[in-house]
Each structure stands twice: as structure tokens, then as C-alpha cells.
């Protein structure tokens, strides 16, 4: 038995690695469409991702339905597990007006954690006084304090 609550997006595991995504896809949603509205299928090509999918209803209903239903089934040969999403999806963000795009700031300072900004600056002028090219250079340690306290 799972702790994780109810939800319109259910897990899969134990999906067969060696099938078309679109074949998958496809297959995933003739089997799951027959306990309520899918609402989006999502199968990814990636290592990590490759014998997982997430398949997202209209309704906790229907999911609830599907998950008790198809749980351990044999698809391609292989005995399903199903268990609910952990996070909300996309698609029932959007639906019940929750979604939010992340912003280019957030994604900044999440990934300049321990990486090294590069700077681009000007390396010389011509003669009409406009830089000539542009060159790049880690900023110095006073540069990076001033970056923090605005």
C-alpha cells in the first residue's frame, strides 16, 4: 500500500523498455482509456524515464478506478505497477488554474548555486568610441558580493 494520496495522475512502472514510445503511448492509452477521460500520457525516451510513464485523468475517480483495476497487470508480459503521482501535472495545473511557467530567474539562481558566471565585457573601443569586441572573464570576488546584496 502506498502513502501517497489520491490523485488524477497515476505512475507507471515496469513499462517494456525495447517498444516505440508511440507504440506505448498508444498502447497505454487503449487500456487506460476504458476507466475515464485521459487527459495526457507522457513517456519519455530518456534512461532514467524509460520504463516509467504517467498517465493523467480527468477525475480522481476515474485514476482511482484504473490504479485498483490494473494494478499487476500483464502488459507486454510484464506485471504493471501503479501507484499515484507524488506531484500535480501540468496538464490538471492548467485545468484547475493552478499552472505557473517557471520564470527565467528562478531557473537562474537554481542552477548559478556553485557554477562560475562568466562575464562578457567590452575589450576595446574604436574609433567611433563603440567596443571593437567582446571578451569574457570570471567576475572578481567584490563583483560577485555585489550581485548578492541586490
Known sequence: MSDTEPSQTL???NLPDKVNMEELRASLYHL???YGMILEIVTKKANEMREQAFVVYE???SATAAKRALDGFAFYDRPLKIDYAKTKSYAVAKLDGTYRMQSLDSNKKASSGSNKVMKREPAGEDEDGRPS???RREPSESEDDDEDDE
Open 133 to 135: 569586441k567582446m571578451v
Open 32 to 34: 487506460f482509456v476504458t
Open 59 to 61: 477525475d480522481v475517480v
Open 11 to 13: 505512475y507507471l512502472q
